[in-house]
């Protein structure tokens, strides 16, 4: 199935990332290609098989739901790009 | 150039012991070596201060009887392990000038046996590629050039710095990460060895991720031994990642020297892919003989799902990194371009802050985990991956160890396949399979092309069984004997 320009405006929207209009057509082919390889994977009997989801076979560990690092909010805010009064300071989110 | 960078790792640690030269010597041979090769570009970040600080403390240490099992030897880390006070990029613009608050698993292992930390190497951004041509530092050089030219060739990637420095005496040993062949393809284009081990020997915390069920860390060295000797320091358990394994870490080193007769070594016949190149092949068959001599019974094998491993990988890889990359919105750390709203925000952001093969992979990550397509492709992928997985176990029925080669070609000209996602995602054809079914591999440089670069064979173990690949790697190092070093043009 053909991925064409609509669909990658609407993947690049999904993903975040502002791709120009000029840039969509040469994305969509680019897509199209690798795409067209990865179709070969549909050769492949898969019924009844279980998904693979990890290549370790162990249940996840459990432990106490206990702090255990943490309370330094100058740690976490060493790296922000704008911070106030031990806070990350983002764009308005409510209108 | 001193004679002290030209050591293997296990020397220097002899060297050490016996008082020969100190750690702040050596660390300072590799400190003059590391600036003479600037050319090569290994190094994205030189922390000669914080070298011989440490160096110092370590020469402290052994002067009174404290020494670890690195004490003293000079290491470079991959710029994907995120390292305390010392700026820890990915090679993305997006991560900007991050400075770590903490440290990696991994690294604070080797730091706790006394190594020495030199500075961070170049890769392909967030390991994303084979050539380290993805890099926001701009490509790394191979040390090696072909016979009678001076055209630039790539590393591999994306361990491409670690893979450089460590064949161009810029460090000891390096660490590396691995998701789809990123240590085992550039040991291979640079002559040294790598060693991807079982998914879970390592810890990933700390370790930018890449794609979590896949990305596994381990050495770049000059020799087998000094391979076994680094992972030994690098591997054990830690609570701080939940696929962590929870087993007992062996003396790896020990293994090397050992017996291998009586070993059974599988040949699957679907790595003789078609046009597999004749001199490809033919060290192929040198690995076989070497093993043949060592008293290993050689067994044709079948993987039957191999061809199928590269597009299963290009779509669990990329689903798992669209989800892990989401975290970079430009509000927490890094780089962060504002728009007229949150959104627009985040958009500009990670358009000015990604480069072309990652956002690539995001799309297609996206793509394939979108509604009316994740049955398609995700989870037919995942199903994929089970078989894959299970052509394996049914050959270790039959087999101890895989032979297979490294990589299809020998290191290729930076820029030969830049344009061309898929012909640069071949590259991995051989070392993805590992990935998928989560076992350990182990590139060893097994001979030269007629251009005289490198070209490496690959052993593939059973889950947990690193060992019995440093002792057939020990054993086919051995056979080979001493391999020829890149000419110093740089």
Redesign the interface.
């Known amino acids: 199935m053909a991925i064409d320009v609509a669909t990658v405006r609407k993947v690049a929207r999904l993903a975040r990332i502002a791709e120009p209009e000029d840039r969509l057509e040469s994305l969509a082919s680019e897509l199209n290609g690798i795409m067209a390889w990865i179709e070969q994977l549909s050769e492949v009997n898969t019924d009844g098989v279980e998904p693979m989801t990890s290549a370790v076979e162990q249940p996840l560990p459990m432990r106490d739901d206990v702090v255990t690092e943490g309370g330094d909010p100058r740690l976490v805010l060493a790296n922000a790009p704008k911070s106030k009064d031990n806070f990350f300071v983002v764009p308005k989110v409510v209108e | 150039m001193s004679g002290l960078t030209d050591l293997t790792l296990k020397a220097a640690l002899d060297g050490l012991a016996s008082k020969a030269f100190s750690s702040e010597e050596i660390t300072r041979a590799h400190i003059a070596a590391i600036e003479a090769a600037r050319a090569l570009n290994a190094y994205v970040l030189e922390t000669p201060e914080k070298a011989i600080e440490m160096a110092r403390a370590s020469d402290a240490r052994r002067a009174s009887g404290d020494a670890g099992a690195l004490d003293g030897a000079p290491l470079g880390i991959k710029d994907l392990f995120c390292t305390e006070g010392v700026r820890s990029t990915a090679c993305s613009n997006i991560i900007g000038?991050?400075?770590p608050?903490?440290e990696s698993s991994v690294t604070t292992r080797l730091w706790r046996a006394g190594a020495v930390m030199l500075g961070k190497l170049n890769m392909d951004e967030f390991a994303m590629g084979s050539s380290n041509e993805s890099s926001a530092f701009g490509p790394v050089t191979n040390p090696w050039r072909a016979k009678g030219s001076n055209r630039p060739l790539t590393p591999g990637g994306s361990s491409g710095g670690s893979a450089a420095a460590v064949a161009a005496d810029l460090c000891l040993g390096a660490t590396a990460t691995d998701t789809g062949g990123s240590i085992r393809q550039p040991a291979g284009f640079t002559g040294t060895v790598g060693i991807k081990p079982t998914?879970?020997r390592c810890s990933r915390w700390g370790i930018v991720a890449f794609a979590s069920?896949?990305d596994q860390a381990g050495p770049i060295a000059k020799t087998v031994e000094d391979a076994a000797i680094l992972l030994t320091s690098m591997a054990g358990h830690d609570?701080k990642d939940?696929?962590s394994?929870?087993v007992d870490v062996p003396d790896f080193a020990s293994f090397v020297g050992k017996d291998v007769k009586g070993l059974r070594i599988g040949i699957p016949g679907e790595y003789r892919l078609d046009g597999l190149q004749p001199e490809i092949a033919a060290l192929w068959d040198q690995g076989v003989a070497w093993l043949k001599d060592a008293g290993c019974e050689i067994v044709d094998i079948s993987l039957p799902?191999t061809?199928?491993a590269l597009?299963?990988y290009?779509?669990i890889a990329p689903a798992e990194a669209?989800s892990n990359l989401?975290r970079y919105?430009?509000?927490?750390?890094?780089?962060?371009e504002?728009?007229t709203?949150?959104?627009?925000?985040?958009?500009?952001t990670?358009?000015s802050g990604?480069g072309a093969e990652v956002?690539?992979r995001?799309?297609?990550g996206?793509?394939v985990l979108?509604a009316g397509y994740y049955d398609a492709?995700y989870?037919?992928?995942?199903?994929?991956?089970?078989?894959i997985?299970e052509d394996f176990t049914a050959a270790f029925h039959k087999v101890d160890a895989i032979l297979t080669p490294t990589a299809p070609s020998a290191a290729f000209p930076i820029g030969e396949k830049s344009d061309d996602?898929?012909a640069m995602y071949l590259n991995d054809v051989f070392t993805v399979t590992t990935?998928?079914?989560?076992l350990p591999g182990l590139s060893l440089p097994a001979g030269q092309s007629s251009d005289g670069l490198p070209l490496g064979l690959q052993l593939i173990g059973r889950p947990l069984d690193e060992g019995t690949l440093f002792s057939l790697a020990g054993a086919m190092e051995k056979a080979r004997g001493v391999m020829a070093r890149p000419d110093r043009w740089w």
Do not use: Q, W
């Open positions: 000038n991050f400075v608050t903490y998914y879970g069920s896949l609570v939940s696929t394994l929870s799902h061809k199928y597009p299963a290009y779509i669209s989401a919105d430009g509000m927490r750390f890094g780089r962060r504002e728009g709203n949150l959104t627009e925000t985040y958009e500009n990670r358009a990604f956002k690539r995001i799309l297609i996206t793509y979108s492709y989870l037919k992928a995942l199903k994929v991956r089970r078989r997985a996602p898929v990935n998928l079914a989560g």
